[in-house]
């Protein structure tokens, strides 16, 4: 059984750091496409980064230069490494593994002074 936990969102002031973790059973992270979204409310969800089996990786646009998406193999853990926080960021930030479509629970993130 796949199981994907998210943790380290928060809040935090605009122009600060967080780093969300997706600690995986059921799956080898080392070898998994996989990727973290975001939902605002009201909002679909969007893909943010994507690391891909062989570890090449994709950013949307708006977080290009500011978000790191990487993984921990002897960890079998996921990270995205924030910067820059800016208040547009503010979402529910979700793992996911495209082989079998399994998320995460989620980790909310508030970007606000």
């Known amino acids: 059984q796949v199981q994907l936990v998210e943790s380290g969102g928060g809040l935090v002031q605009p122009g600060g750091s967080l780093r969300l973790s997706c600690a995986a059973s059921?799956?080898?992270?080392?070898?998994?496409?996989m990727d973290w979204y975001r939902q605002c409310p009201g909002k679909q969800r969007e893909l943010v980064a994507a690391?891909?089996?062989?570890?090449?990786?994709n950013y949307v646009d708006s977080v290009k230069g500011r978000f790191t998406i990487s993984r921990d193999n002897a960890k079998n853990t996921m990270y995205l490494q924030m910067i820059d926080l800016r208040p547009s960021d503010t979402a529910v930030y979700y793992c996911?593994?495209?082989?079998?479509?399994?998320w995460g629970q989620g980790t909310q993130v508030t970007v606000s002074s």
């Open positions: 996911h593994v495209l082989w079998g479509d399994y």
């Open positions: 059921g799956i080898i992270v080392s070898i998994a496409a």
């Open positions: 690391i891909a089996s062989g570890g090449a990786t």
